[in-house]
Structure formats: C-alpha cells, structure tokens
C-alpha cells in the first residue's frame, strides 16, 4: 500500500512538471504581457517600458524565464551558474539545503505586477472564503444528491424520478451568472430579505479573517454565524442547484446497479425489509463510487464557483483570478493557475488512493 | 459585469494622455516657437475677441455645511477592488482614486465645480496673484504649505517633501516599478527652493501650463526614504501593512480585505493640525462590489450609506432607487466620434472629405442619440468643454441637426446619390467602417443609431466592434494594418470617451498636427489627423503660456473653430458623461464631483444624521 | 464548461425489447438482423426524454437556420425608433418578446438571430474539439509508448487547470469581440474528454485480430486508425461532442457576461442577455427573460438528447 502511494506520488511530478510548463506557455501565447496594463497611457514612454519590461525579467530568453520562476535557476547566476545558488549548491534545492529562495519550487510566487504585493498574500486571503463558499455548498449539494438519487432509483420510472430527473437538468442548464442576478434582484432589491453580496456586514462585523474578526466571532459566535449564514444563502442556493445534477443521477445509476445485485436479491429474499435493503445494503455498496466521484469533483467546484463568486462579491479565488485578468496581472494569474492545479492533481490523488483503501479488487502491486 | 471599471481602464489611460504631456511635446520639432504671437490668421476669423476680463478659478460655490453630528461609521460602495494604494503612482484603475484619494492629499485639487483648492498648499498661484511669475520662458511658482501640518506619524509637512518627491519621480528606478505618472511636468523643474520651510519656490525651465497638478498626492520624503526607490511599489503602502504607512488625508486605511472592504480610521493629525476639528465618523468602511448591479442592489438593501463610482450607464439599472438619492452631475469626460480626416480625404479628396464632414455634423441628431442610448441622463455637447470650466465660452454657436441642410451641402460638393439611394462621388461610393470597443454595447448602438440617421444621405456605416486593445494599441505593438487600429487610422469613425481636465492644456497633443499618431515617435494622439495652421497655432498658446486670460481668448477660439462649418472639424463631440453616486438621505455634504478628482473629494466635510 | 456532465443514465431495459418477445424462437435472428445503428436509433425512439429533448434541440436549430428569414426584422437593418424610450416596451403583437432597451430592437429578431451564433459557436467549437479529441486519442492510442505517454501527460495536465481560467486568459488578450476567434479558442479547450475516450476504445481495440491482420498486409497507420479504428470509437465521440455543444453555449454566455466574450455587433444569446442585466430593475423582464429561456431550452435539449444518446449508442447495453 504504501509503495503504491509512493509510486502515485511520484507520477505527479512528470504532471506538475508538464502543467507547470502548459501554464507557462499559454501566457506566453497570449498575446502582451504585465506591460500591456500602460498600453494606452502616453506618459510611459518606451524607454520605461523597455525597463519595466528588464525589471521583470521579460527581456531574457524564455527558458530562462521560465527556469527563474520554477526556481531552478538563479536570476543572479551568469552563464552555467545559473543553476547555482547564492550558497553555491544547486539552485533547486530548498533554502536551508543550500539552494536559492526565488520561484515556484521555493514558494516563491513573486510580487503582483500591478499592485506589487506578494502573490502569496493576495491569494493566500482568499483560499478560506472560496473553502467555506465550496464546502458548504459541497455538504449540501452530496446531502441533496444522495437523498435525490437514493429516492429517484427507488422509485425508477415513477413520478418522484420524473420530477427529480426535470429539477437535475433544468439546474444544470441554468446560466450561473444569471440565475444568481435573478436571485439579488428578488431576494435583495425586492424583498430586502438578503444581502446582495460579500461575505459580512460591513456594518456591524469586522473584516472576515482579521483577529478582531476571530475576536468578535469568540465573543458573539452566534451573531458571526448567523451573519455568515445570511450571506452564503444566495450564492449557495446558486451552487448547488446548478451543480447537483451531476452527482444525483450518478447517485441514481449506482444505486440502481447495487439494487440489481445478487446480494440484494438475496437479502430480500430472505425477507430482509425493503428499508433495510436500500439503506444497509444497497446505498453503502453505492456510496463506494459515489465518493471517490465526489473527489474527482472538488476541481470543478473550485472553479465553477468563479461565477457565483463574481456575483455575489465573495472574495475568494475565482474573483482574484478575474481581477488578476483585468489588471494584466501576469503573475498572479500563473500564481492562482499552479495552486489550483495543484489541488486538483491532489484531489485526484486522493481519489485513486481512497478508491484503493476502500476497494479490495483494487490491486496496487 | 464590470462595465463601470472596464471603461474606467479605457478612459484612466487616457486621463494621463489628456493631462498635457510635455514628456511627447520635448522634442524640438515639435515645441513651438515661444515668439509665436496668438496668430494674425486666427485673429481674422474671431474679430469680435474682448478685452480679457479677471478669472479666478478659485471662486468655488462649494460650502460645506457645519457637521451636526458626530460618531458612528460611514460605510461607503464601490464597484471593483483598488489595484493598489499607491494612488495616481502606480495604480491601474481610477476607481483607486475614490478608495485612497481622501487618504492622501495633494497641494491642490479640483471642487465640484472644477475650480481649484489648496489642500496642503494654502494658495492657488496664478499670474494675478504673483504665485506664477514669468521670466522669459523660465516659470517660477510659490507655493505656500498648510503651516503646522503634520503627516500622520507626527513628522511636519514642508518642502523638504516637495523637494523629495519631485527627485524621486524623476529617478530611473521609477521606470522599472511601472510610475504611470511618468515624468512629465517633473521634468521641468530646474530646482526647488524652501528646504524646512513651508514655502517653497518651484523653478520650472520652461512654461508648464498644467503644473497645479503637478504633487497630486504629495508623498513622505521620510517614508520615501526608507527604500530604493524600485522597491517602493513592493515595500511601502503595502496592502497587507497599511497600518504602518503614512498619510496625509482625514481619514487612512488600516486593512484591506482584497475584493471585499477597506477600513479607514480618523488620520489624528490631520484633525489637530490641518482641519483643527475632531473628526466626523469614528470610522469609515467602504464595501467593494464586484459589480455595478449588485452595488445598486446593495444600496437599495441599506447595506452601505452612498454608492460610488456610476455614469450614464448604470441609470437603467437604478429602477427601485428612490430619485432624490441619485446625486448626477456633468463630468469632463465626453463621448465623442472621432472622424479619420486622412482617411475620408484618401478616399473622397480633400474638398469631399471636407464636404462630407460638414454634412455629418449637420446629420447628427444628437438629442436623439441621448433619449435613445442614455435614456435623457446626460446633456448634449458641443465640443469639448464641460460648461463649468473656467475657460469655457458659453456663446459659442453649435451646429443644428438639419438632414436638409447636410444633403445639400453634399450635392453641392459633387456628390450624388445613385438609383440604389447610395452616395458616391467620382465613383467612389460612401461607404464607412465605425468601430467601437466590443464590451460597450452603449456604443455599439449609438454607431448604429447614427448609422440609421445618415442613411438616407446614401452614406453606408458598418459598424465593427473589436477588443478594447485593438482600439488603443500603440503603433509598434499592432500590426499596421488590423482593422479598427486608432494608432494606424484604419477607420473611419471611433467612438470613444476623452477625459478632459479642467486645464485646457490637453488638448495639445489631441487636435495639434505634430501629434499626427503616424508621424514622429507616433506617441501622438490625433487620431482624426486634423491639421489645421490656425488650430495649430491657437494649441500652442496653452504650452506657452500660463495667463489665464489669453489662454481663454485661445480657447474660445478652438471652440469656434471646432464647430466652425468652414473647418468641418473631424471630432463630433456627443455628450459629456454624467457622474452619479447614490446618497442616502441622512448624508450631508456629499458633493458629486465631475471633475479629474474623486466623488470622494471632500470626504472630511461629510457627516450623517444620528 | 465549468461543471462537470451528469453522468451515464443506466439504459432503460425495458426499452427496445419490448416488442421483441425473448421467449419467441425467433429472438436471435430478430436481433441479429439488425445492424449496429438502426438497433441504436430504435433504443434511441424509446428513450422518451432522449425524444423530448431532440424536438428542444432540432426546433432551436431549425430556428436558429430559417429564423432569421421568416421575421419582420433584419439584425443588420434595425429601424430608427420612432418614439425614443429608453427602457424599451413590453412584449405587444408587433413585437412578440417585446422591445430592447435603448435602440428598441425586437426581441424576438435578436433571441432568433442569437440562436444562430449561440448555436454556430458551440457546433463548430465542439467539432473542433471533437476533430482534434480523435486525433490526439487516435494517435495515443494506437502507437502507444512515449507518443502516448507524452500526450497523456499533455491531456492530464490540461485536465488539472480549470479550463474555464484558461479560456477567459485568451478571450480577455486576444480574442474578445470576433465571434470567430471566441469560437476557436473554445474549440481548442474542448477536445480533452474525447481525446481520453477515445484513447480508451484504441486501447482496447488495438490488440483486435483484424487490426493485427491489417498490419500484417501492411496497410499504413494512418489508414487503421482512421478506416478501422475510429469508426469504432464514434459512439462515445458523438454523445461527448453533444453534450459539449451545450457546455460551450454556456461557457460563451459567462465570457461575455464578463465582458470578454463575442462583440455586440454580432448576436448570442450570452451576449444579449449580458447587456439586458442593467434593464432588469426597470421593469424590462423580457429582454433578459427570451434570451435565457432560448438558453435554457437548447442546453437541456442537449442534455436529454445526449443522455438518449448514451445509452442508444452503448455497445455493452444490453436489447
């Protein structure tokens, strides 16, 4: 078992590597680069972008581009020696190894070409917004799609499926943005039930995430939550409705398959209730692929929530990249891209580990 | 979404090129003689030109009312997250203005009704009141500080900061950290005098017309100190450390949660030593919105107490705003058609490009373009001026929409309309390519609504949308020939916003035939490509001198020739944008400001009701 | 685009078989005299939702193709409004989904003409994708090795980054505007999902006795991948490529809510709800309203006729 785990571990690297390379390259491709943010400002004139350009290393060859921000080359070695660190090991090595500290490997992401903040500060803010938005989303969307899909094969062909299998593909194929504008303007500009967006009260709670935050929050917990609450209603119901189809029908196709097994037939022959049929019996042999599905999942809810995320002003990772996009913010884009890659290269990992621990058939030699 | 912040990208690049940039006026080829005498020609065609009369562009009509209330906290909107603190040094958007102008101030700035304050200076120098005095082409200006100001660590204000930030603009490491000021205006300056004192004499070696916006903000020279000057951008007014940067302004920030909100507290010192009052607001919160709808949404929920940052656009989308809390007024920034005067020449000769161009100003229908596209937000323009600039000329005629009076002026110059109904002249039908940005449907639809009106001329506009950098980009960074290039003229009408200032000086490098964007160094921006001696004589008043009555006598000459039917001018100004901002009723002192500086100009003044 | 594709529904057993009777002695030869297609295409006639949703689907390109002739109005001649109100009109038996906002454009012209473009961006986006999907997979596939090894890490990679990010990187620096170029862009995110299927079926298939022999009569590559190997891969290739057409139309709906996607000069259903939004709290529901039902109708057509699809063409279902 754990030289199967070391043997997937180590198959990430050549992925890490070539994703690494494909995010390098498709910037590249893009045409511009941080300098175009000056493109219509006359007052920069070429010989300072020529050096704002040298500034940020885009003068050199690309290789060496790319070899500085990965953090195996040094961006003070000269010729060979820029494989050498500062210390006078090679470069890639960690810090206290003797190597450098600049690049990707060294969690060095660099400083944000527009704001010249670190690119770790601005997106470390926002993993815990995104986090709470994705996984309470997640708890309710897996909550609703066991209850639909358990309910819809139950009753396969019957009314309650009919209407289940509707409700999945109608919220699935609702446009995210407007769904959520439909739901401000109702919820917010109508009724005035809702916050229309944010993550707090900007009256009433301090700065999520700041220690007068965590402070208010131990004294008041209730009235943090609550607050919380309010605002992650709207972009929640969004979430989930346009996300619950996939994982209700795949719950619906497991859990009719475990319903056709031998096992079953046999538990309800020997007079087992049907309750305890489906419940003890079928759903745990269906949750098997149901979770390891849900895994595989998690990047697509980190991404898909870019939407409900610039909607409904949460500060999270989705409305960093979008910002980052707008600002020509090179490398906080490639910042973002490598972390969520990261994630999902994680997320898979898991998944294929879970699905050997829970999985006897699985043979991991 | 974004559609506010989007245009402010377009158009806060273009503040910069409408500011009067002498960094392209250097060269010498392009500096105008300083003998040049406001020409003999030009006079010919304004013979009714007055004796100049005495203006003062301070006379505000701004008060503020006494603060009745004290406490409790403000909590602001606006759409989009600031791109940095660094306001008007490093930033992207101007919206970075609203969040952190009040928390740095300038020597001076404009008020509601463009005219200008002091603000860590305590004079206005013009040539009246002998702050500017003239020496040959030499310029020096006094400029006396708040005495007994202090920035917000307790250091006093003085000129040792001017001194400071003027070496510090002007330093190379600035062009590496992305200055988007550049070092225009800085240029100038020959020396400072006044070191620890708080009057200063700055000596400029030549006339730089728009030096009151020059120290807009003014920074710390000991901050300042503290790093090389590249890593400013990365080491001082940090985003995560905001508590240990140093400020001017009444109210400074003291975090700033990235796309969610900014928390200001009172800057102390400002209150002691520069306003001698105690502060409205214990503290001020301004809410970011990732988009202008959900801002509105917000405001009509209570969720903040004034709402930022909104033009013509969004009014639509104000439905469940109660009226008397949209605050609307003229901004300087003007849509405008911008006609290619090479191109339309290239193809139709000079008298039929001429005639061609008389006859649109005539086609236009502008008060429908501004019921149909704004739904009756803003006010039609004649040219460039916003009507409260002090070197407006109110008496300027305009040009009437006629369809009648365009047709014959087309025939008249050898046009004639074929069986089809379409125009041509030797042979060459009139057929036009319009060009907009593809994210501004507003702009899309008033090429089309124009297209529908000069229609039944036999004039064919298609209209093009194409991504925002095709529009703008530089000469050497798009290839020549792409489609609805302004840089390489490859249009015939564009339709896009210049933001003017309050000083006229911009115009220079728009309407001058030196800033022909396909001569020189092609940093011009004279896209319509007018060349016109009288034109080009009148612009050069404004970077020559710096008394106020002559360059008014100039300007006023520009805005006759401007709709001047003898000079078929290739700009069609539309309309100026409105600037709006939502209120709530218990707010007091909030004044809409359309002017270079920010809604948020006179944030001290502000107070609530309890 | 963002979310992933409900998965495979399990084939109605009932279906196709109903009218063939197993105990009947004739049962085999019944089912053998069918041939591979017509036995999906009756699967696919029993698949109630898989029907509903190819008359969703088929109306809105039938719509979308002769639309734009039938009605009154040419996008690209708008009248002049006669009387200028900004917020547009109501829906009224001249203009059946009433009036846009600010050049009083007919709803219905522009919903119909936007189902074209929605619909010609998706297709031609997926058919790319589909195009290059099977060449990538073909070739990994069938070579195996390094070549397979190489384009499988390409592919895997891709897979990690959220496409989505990607897409708006390129629609924001080169493409927003041209309907044609946003197409393409989508084109080239879109093949990653067949590409791996169709990898699977070579994989499988590979090692086939027929595709030994042809090796053996030394028959090209090139000519078993694309003569022998392919045709058998098409089932996956064409429910995946349907349901991408839906994907993209979303995807395509978000970019220009964002402001990075297809130009207003050109009509899509994203774009034309895009710039209603700001009207919406004026009261003029309808031009916000069409232009996302059409969405909606086309995406769920899509949906049922991929899922009708899926089981159809599924060699392993059982008849």
């Given amino acids: 078992m754990t030289r199967y785990i070391v043997r997937r571990l180590i198959g990430t690297i050549p992925t890490l590597f070539v994703v690494s390379l494909l995010i390098y390259s498709i910037l590249l491709i893009a045409p511009g680069g941080p300098e175009d943010r000056f493109a219509q400002n006359p007052k920069v004139t070429a010989a300072a972008l020529e050096a704002f350009r040298k500034r ?12 500085r921000w990965v953090g195996v080359c040094n961006p003070d070695g000269q010729g060979l020696g820029v494989f050498i660190s500062n210390q006078g090991l090679p470069n890639f090595l960690p810090g206290f190894l003797g190597g450098g500290d600049n690049g990707v490997l060294h969690g060095d992401f660099g400083y944000s070409s527009s704001s010249g903040a670190t690119v770790i500060s601005l997106i470390g803010a926002r993993v815990l917004p995104t986090t709470i938005l994705a996984g309470v989303s997640l708890v309710l969307w897996v909550i609703l799609a066991l209850g639909t899909g358990v309910l819809a094969a139950v009753r396969r062909y019957g009314k309650a499926d009919t209407a289940i299998t509707i409700f999945n593909y109608v919220g699935f194929s609702f446009p995210t943005f407007w769904l959520g504008l439909m739901l401000i303007i109702v919820f917010s500009e109508i009724f005035r039930l809702l916050p229309s967006g944010g993550m707090w009260d900007a009256r009433t709670v301090p700065i999520f995430g700041t220690d007068e935050y965590w402070k208010f929050a131990g004294s008041q917990p209730v009235t943090a939550l609550l607050d919380l609450g309010r605002h992650l209603i709207l972009p929640v119901v969004t979430l989930v409705f346009v996300n619950i189809a996939g994982d209700s029908r795949f719950v619906r196709a497991a859990m009719i398959d475990s319903l056709n097994q031998d096992f079953v037939r046999t538990a309800r022959a020997k007079g087992v209730s049907e309750r305890n049929v489906i419940y003890h019996h079928a759903l745990r042999n269906a949750l098997l692929p149901v979770v390891t599905n849900i895994a595989l999942e998690l990047p697509f809810l980190f991404a898909g929530a870019v939407a409900t995320e610039t909607i409904f002003s949460w500060p999270g990772m989705g409305l960093a990249y979008i910002q980052a996009v707008d600002n020509f913010d090179y490398p906080v884009l490639m910042g973002i891209l490598v972390i969520t890659a990261v994630v999902v290269v994680a997320a898979n990992l898991l998944a294929d580990i879970l699905y050997a621990v829970v999985d006897p058939r699985i043979s991991y030699g | 979404m974004r559609n506010r912040l989007g245009s402010l990208i377009a158009v806060s690049a273009l503040v910069f090129a409408a500011c009067g940039s002498s960094t392209t006026t250097a060269a010498p080829s392009v500096a105008p003689p300083a003998s040049t005498a406001p020409g003999t ?19 505000t009509k701004y008060k503020a009312e006494a603060v009745g209330n004290r406490g409790g906290t403000l909590v602001l909107g606006m759409s989009g997250d600031p791109s940095t603190a660094w306001t008007n040094i490093y930033d992207t958007f101007a919206n970075d203005g609203e969040a952190f102008g009040p928390s740095l101030w300038g020597l001076w700035n404009n008020t509601n009704d463009l005219k200008y304050y002091g603000q860590l200076a305590t004079n206005v120098p013009t040539v009246t009141n002998k702050g500017v005095v003239l020496t040959g082409s030499k310029m020096d200006v006094t400029v006396n500080m708040v005495p007994g100001a202090n920035w917000s660590d307790g250091q006093p204000i003085t000129c040792d900061d001017v ?103 009172p800057n102390t010192q400002f209150w002691t030593t520069i306003k001698k ?77 001429k ?27 004649c040219n460039f001026t916003n009507d409260q600039a002090w070197f407006n000329d109110p008496n300027i005629p305009c ?25 041509s002249i030797n042979g060459t039908k009139v057929e036009l390519l319009g060009c907009a940005r593809a994210d501004r449907q507003y702009r899309v639809d008033t090429l089309n609504l124009v297209a529908s009106q000069i229609k039944p001329l036999g004039i064919k506009l298609t209209v093009k949308a194409v991504p925002p950098t095709t529009v703008f980009k530089g000469w050497g960074l798009i290839p020549a020939d792409t489609p609805c290039n302004l840089t390489h003229g490859n249009f015939d009408v564009a339709e896009f916003a210049w933001v003017a200032t309050p000083d006229p000086g911009s115009l220079y490098t728009l309407y001058s035939s030196q800033f022909d964007p396909s001569k020189g160094d092609h940093s ?73 500086s920010v809604q948020t100009w006179n944030l001290e003044d502000w107070w609530k009701d309890k | 685009m963002d979310r992933p594709l409900p998965p495979h529904d399990p084939p109605d057993e009932r279906a196709v078989t109903e009218d063939l009777d197993p105990a009947s002695p004739d049962y085999d030869v019944q089912l053998e005299s069918m041939g591979q297609w017509e036995i999906a295409w009756r699967r696919f006639l029993r698949h109630r939702m898989a029907l509903i949703g190819s008359v969703m689907f088929f109306g809105m390109v039938i719509i979308g193709i002769v639309g734009p002739f039938l009605f009154q109005y040419d996008f690209y001649n708008i009248p002049v409004p006669d009387v200028h109100v900004n ?127 042809a090796r053996a009569a030394g028959i090209r590559d090139r000519r078993i991948i694309f003569r022998h190997l392919i045709p058998n891969a098409m089932s996956p290739i064409i429910v995946s490529t349907t349901l991408g057409v839906a994907g993209v139309i979303i995807g395509e709906a978000f970019i220009s809510f964002l402001g990075f996607g297809v130009g207003f000069d050109t009509p899509t259903l994203g774009n034309i709800l895009a710039g209603s939004l700001g009207f919406i709290s004026q009261g003029n529901w309808w031009w916000a309203f069409f232009p996302g039902m059409a969405i909606v109708v086309i995406v769920l057509g899509i949906n049922f006729m991929g899922d009708g699809l899926r089981d159809a063409l599924d060699p392993k279902a059982k008849i």
């Fill in chain 1, 56 to 67: 940020w290393g885009l003068d050199q060859p690309i290789p060496i581009q790319y070899c």
């Fill in chain 2, 41 to 59: 020609s030009v006079a010919s065609t304004a013979p009714e030109s007055q004796a100049p009369i005495p203006i003062d562009i301070t006379a």
């Fill in chain 2, 163 to 265: 001194i400071f930030m003027w070496k510090w603009q002007l330093d190379p490491g600035q062009d590496a950290a992305g200055n988007v000021q550049g070092k225009t205006g800085y240029q100038d300056i020959s020396s400072i005098d006044g070191a620890g004192t708080t009057t200063c004499v700055i000596h400029f070696s030549k006339v730089y017309e728009p030096f009151l916006g020059l120290f807009g903000p003014l920074l710390p020279a000991h901050y300042l100190k503290t790093v090389p000057v590249a890593d400013a951008i990365k080491k001082l007014y940090v985003d995560t450390d905001l508590k240990s940067a140093v400020w001017s302004g009444p109210y400074m920030p003291t975090a700033w949660a990235h796309d969610a909100q900014i928390n200001y507290v």
């Fill in chain 2, 277 to 353: 009052s105690a502060a409205p607001f214990d503290a001020v919160t301004l809410k970011l919105y990732s988009n202008t709808d959900t801002e509105i949404a917000g405001f009509v929920n209570g969720e903040i107490d004034a709402a930022l940052e909104f033009n013509q656009n969004n009014i639509a989308a104000m439905g469940k705003v109660a009226p008397a809390s949209i605050d609307k007024v003229a901004s300087v920034t003007y849509e405008q058609h911008s006609w290619n005067y090479a191109s339309l020449t290239k193809k139709f000769g000079a008298a039929g490009a």
């Fill in chain 2, 355 to 381: 005639a061609l161009m008389e006859a649109l100003h005539y086609a236009y229908d502008k008060d429908a373009i501004n019921t149909t596209i704004t739904g009756g937000a803003v006010t039609p323009t």
């Fill in chain 2, 399 to 423: 040009y009437k929409h006629d369809a009648d009076k365009a047709a014959s002026v087309l025939a008249a110059a050898g046009f004639t309309k074929g069986s089809d109904g379409s125009l």
């Fill in chain 2, 524 to 596: 011009g921006q004279n896209y319509i490509r007018v060349n016109n001696p009288d034109l080009d004589a009148l612009l050069a008043i404004t970077q020559t001198t710096v008394d106020l009555p002559t360059i008014k006598d100039a300007l006023s000459k520009i805005q006759k020739l401007y709709v001047d039917p003898a000079n078929a001018f290739p700009e069609i100004a539309l309309y100026n944008w409105t600037t709006v901002l939502l209120k709530a009723p218990t707010l007091h002192n909030v004044a809409n400001n359309g002017s270079a």
């Fill in chain 3, 87 to 213: 917020a547009g009109r109501p829906p009224s038996f001249d203009h059946l989904f009433g009036e846009t906002g600010r050049l009083q454009w007919d709803v219905l012209t522009l919903v119909v003409n936007g189902i074209r473009f929605s619909l010609l961006i998706g297709v031609i986006a997926s058919a790319i994708g589909a195009v290059i999907g099977t060449i990538v997979g073909g070739v990994a596939g069938y070579f195996g090795g390094w070549t397979d090894t190489i384009l499988m890490r390409i592919v895997d990679a891709l897979l990690a980054l959220p496409l989505l990010f990607v897409i708006l990187v390129f629609t924001k620096f080169l493409g927003s505007g041209n309907w044609i170029s946003v197409t393409i862009i989508f084109g080239l995110f879109e093949w990653l999902g067949i590409a791996r299927l169709v990898r699977a079926v070579m994989l499988s298939l590979r090692e086939e006795d027929y595709v030994d022999a």
